[in-house]
């Protein structure tokens, strides 16, 4: 079983940009599709994107395309959420991942294996 661990989130102002991370300690994170969620107070958790275990197939929430980009490195058993135009609509807290993969379009349910969340808070 893997369990994904996020790094540091932050406070950043309106426009900025912000990387998450996620490792893994257990087994490694190449044999696992992996995803990112958030949820923000008072709000359900939602998708925000996913990367296929190869890395070859990403899917985004239409919140964020063209703003957020995920990624993997493989050898670093790690997964990156780049986050770029940040507003304060992206404020919440952020979770990784990981699952067997997904059908058509990803959601939580296809994902089994969470880590404890890491804060991201944007001011305008």
């Known amino acids: 079983q893997v369990q994904p661990v996020e790094g540091a989130g932050g406070l950043v102002q309106a426009g900025g940009s912000l990387r998450l991370s996620c490792a893994a300690s257990?087994?490694?994170?190449?044999?696992?599709?992996m995803g990112w969620f958030r949820q923000a107070p008072g709000k359900e958790r939602e998708f925000v994107a996913a990367i296929s275990r190869s890395g070859g197939l990403k899917y985004y929430a239409d919140s964020v395309k063209g703003r957020f980009t995920i990624s993997r490195d493989n050898a670093k058993n790690t997964v990156y959420l780049q986050m770029n135009g940040l507003n304060p609509d992206d404020t919440a807290a952020y979770y990784c991942?990981?699952?067997?993969?997904?059908?058509?379009?990803?959601?939580?349910?296809?994902?089994?294996?969470w880590g404890q969340g890491t804060q991201v808070t944007v001011s305008s």
């Open positions: 257990g087994r490694a994170l190449s044999s696992y599709a």
């Open positions: 991942a990981a699952g067997a993969g997904w059908a058509s379009q990803p959601t939580s349910a296809d994902f089994d294996s």
